[in-house]
């Protein structure tokens, strides 16, 4: 070899040195965070949006170039099902390379998982369901909820159809831990409004045929048929109402904000109420910044309702990560002092057992395809009416 070759060889050797410092140099960390939610079943496209939402954070974070760690997103699907749900927070849980996560819209998921997310030290935040008992009914340090919960959806959605001047509604709701809690806060709140509970109908989860139930419910003519559940059911209801020449308002819940209520029931879903805790996600603080990221990322479903709160939850997680590093206990800690927090969805402030105090409800009615605020709309002007509105 001549004396150029070898210094070249020497000059191209130390390059590939210097190099691989640089890069071990700029390597991070990797850091595992988890998502589950039901990606396939009825309620989908609700745990899409969600995983979309959650995985947006983290593409973010990743890009930030001040992020201390590297964060690798690992996503289990629970199905809506208990059952499965429990499965997947076992595994998930089980696996101490996964440090913390965003779990569940199902709020049967949420309730039958907290034991296995206590047991295994394993922080989670909720980011969908609203069953009050996923945090209070146990006061696990592991368990931490962004949205809020059914008791204010149920007050508002009282308030909202007695100040129009209903004063009879009959109830149905899924058999679940969710649709027996709508059930009971709804009554609850109706009641002390001076409202009227004509009729009570528990339905499962899995049920097609209402005939029997809304041929009972006809006779009963009610001007509200207030349902507890979520939107597979409630396609089928409303459906079936109209078959049966039931003129009654529906009125659901959060469980039914989905663009899938809207497109399965086409024109049928019209005059349709809903109530959801948070701002619109276009109104929320940091609503805009959530919907051009997302947009940008061309997902092939949209947000979603609780969308936003997903996005929230993991970006709290990965805030905490990067304070106190990818420890679980750590982390625990860390989300028991948030208080007042910035995120998009408003400040966030965790009580005593990690609920976050969401005041703001939203009253929505489907308008020309849409979920609406109630107070923009033209039922609320007057310009339209709901059956039986006068």
């Keep these: 070899m001549s004396r150029i070759a070898r210094q070249l060889s020497f000059i191209f050797a ?20 988890g998502f589950i939610g039901p990606l396939t079943g009825g309620v989908s496209a609700n745990g899409l949006g969600g995983r979309n939402s959650a995985d947006l954070a983290v593409k973010l ?5 001040k992020a ?66 996923i ?12 949205n809020g919960t059914m008791i204010n959806q149920n007050d ?22 969710y649709g027996k809690g709508h059930n009971e806060y709804f009554s609850k709140a109706f009641a002390k409004l001076g409202g009227k509970i004509v009729g009570t109908f528990g339905v499962t989860a899995d049920q097609q045929d209402f005939t029997a139930e809304l041929t009972q419910i006809k006779a009963l003519n009610p001007e509200v048929i207030y349902f507890g559940g979520l939107t597979p059911i409630g396609v089928r209801i409303r459906s079936q109402m109209d078959k049966l020449g039931i003129k009654a308002v529906f009125d ?13 029931l086409g024109p049928l879903a019209e005059g349709s109420l809903a109530f959801r805790e948070g701002a619109p996600t276009e109104k929320l603080p940091g609503g805009k910044f959530f919907m051009e990221n997302y947009a940008a990322q061309k997902y092939d479903n949209p947000p979603e309702a609780y969308g936003a709160f997903s ?55 489907v308008q020309d395809g849409k979920f609406v605020e109630w107070d923009d709309s033209e ?12």
């Design 156 to 177: 508002a959605n009282a308030e909202l159809i007695s100040k129009i001047g209903f004063k009879n509604v009959v109830v149905i709701h899924d058999t679940t831990d």
């Design 68 to 133: 201390k760690y590297e964060y690798e997103f690992v996503v289990l699907d629970d199905e809506c099902k208990p059952n499965v749900a429990v499965q997947v927070a076992t595994k998930m849980a089980a696996d101490k390379e996964i440090v913390a996560a965003a779990t569940h819209y199902c709020s049967a998921t949420a309730i039958a998982t907290v034991d296995v997310y206590h047991k295994f030290g394993f922080p989670i935040i909720v980011w969908g369901a609203v069953l009050p008992d």
């Design 252 to 264: 659901g819940t959060s469980g039914i904000v989905s663009d899938a209520f809207i497109q399965g």
């Design 379 to 390: 039922y609320a002007t007057g310009k339209r009416k709901l059956p039986g509105q006068k």
């Design 311 to 365: 996005f929230a939850a993991m970006d709290l997680i990965l805030d905490s990560i990067e304070k106190v590093g990818p420890d679980r206990k750590k982390v625990i800690e860390e989300l028991a002092n948030v208080t007042e927090r910035d995120s998009i969805v408003g400040k966030v402030t965790f009580d005593d057992h990690g609920q976050n105090t969401v005041a703001v409800i939203t009253k929505y009615v």
């Design 135 to 146: 945090t209070y009914r146990a006061k696990y340090a592991e368990v931490h909820r962004v």
């Design 14 to 33: 130390s390059a590939l040195f210097v190099g691989a410092l640089v890069a071990t140099a700029q390597a991070k960390d990797k850091v595992k965070v």
């Design 61 to 65: 974070r990743n890009a930030d170039a």
